[in-house]
């Protein structure tokens, strides 16, 4: 039988780094110490390789992770979109966990990581001047 499971094998740690870099970095990779658009040739590919990205600008290193989910966490690409696409076939957190090889406690943290990125609270529309504000009006 073709299960969600088995087919997910297919997402491998290049096309899930590549679909996390259009989704949550299209812009290319910004240094978290100062700011600076990475634009080397060499920073970009260790950019497209998931390694660590130097900076130019400051002369420090940092995770190409950096603006992702996953970033100060031992997820790796694979992982995440994995997690992602059971969550959104309606997996639980445990099930999630158990084809995963991690904990149910573990994928409900990446969950509500994934939640406060592509659902994040908005601010109360107590009046009309707020809601006008908020649409940019
Ligand atoms: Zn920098």
Redesign the pocket.
């Known amino acids: 039988m073709v299960t969600i499971e088995k087919t997910l094998q297919v997402v491998v740690r290049s096309a899930a780094w590549e679909w996390m870099r259009n989704e949550y970095l299209p812009a290319g990779p910004v ?6 658009a990475i634009t080397g040739a060499r920073a970009l590919l260790a950019f497209r390789d998931c390694g660590q990205v130097y ?1 130019a ?4 290193r ?1 995770r190409a992770t950096f603006g992702t989910p996953i970033h100060e966490t031992s997820w790796q690409p694979e992982e995440y979109l994995q997690c992602l696409i059971l969550h959104l076939a309606g997996r639980s957190p445990s099930t999630i966990g158990a084809h995963l090889g991690k904990s149910g406690h573990a994928v409900r943290d990446m969950l509500e990581r994934i939640r406060l990125r592509h659902d994040p609270p908005r601010p109360r529309a107590s009046s009309p001047g707020m809601l006008q504000h908020s649409m940019g009006i």
């Open positions: 240094c978290p110490g100062c700011g600076t900076c600008g400051c002369g420090k940092f």
